[in-house]
């Protein structure tokens, strides 16, 4: 059985980091390409960071591109999110997705496998 479980999350001041962490069981990270991905209220889930099968990495957006950074340790098979410095708009509810296909992709309807997110609060 696959399982996702993020953790990491909590409440911090604009300008703070955090770092959230996605434990894989029942796949392997590097055999997968993850993707975290995040949902603000009412908004759409968007991309942020990928590690492809390979080891490639995609950041999207501003927020990916600028303040993000992922890692991926095989041993614990994790994918691991580094965030900073974190602003009000990163507030959302930051999920992790596996793919199956191997390749980064935007869209969370090509992931196979998602966990249950976990709460990132920016506020001060």
């Known amino acids: 059985q696959v399982q996702l479980v993020e953790s990491g999350g909590g409440l911090v001041q604009p300008g703070g980091s955090l770092r959230l962490s996605c434990a894989a069981s029942?796949?392997?990270?590097?055999?997968?390409?993850i993707t975290w991905f995040r949902q603000a209220p009412g908004k759409d889930r968007e991309p942020v960071y990928c590690i492809s099968r390979g080891g490639g990495t995609v950041a999207y957006g501003d927020a990916g591109e600028n303040r993000m950074s992922g890692t991926r340790d095989s041993v614990k098979n994790t994918m691991n999110l580094q965030m900073t410095p974190l602003k009000f708009e990163d507030t959302g509810t930051y999920y992790c997705a596996a793919s199956t296909r191997g390749h980064c992709h935007p869209s969370p309807d090509q992931y196979d496998y998602w966990g249950q997110g976990t709460q990132v609060t920016v506020s001060s």
């Open positions: 029942g796949l392997a990270v590097d055999k997968h390409s």
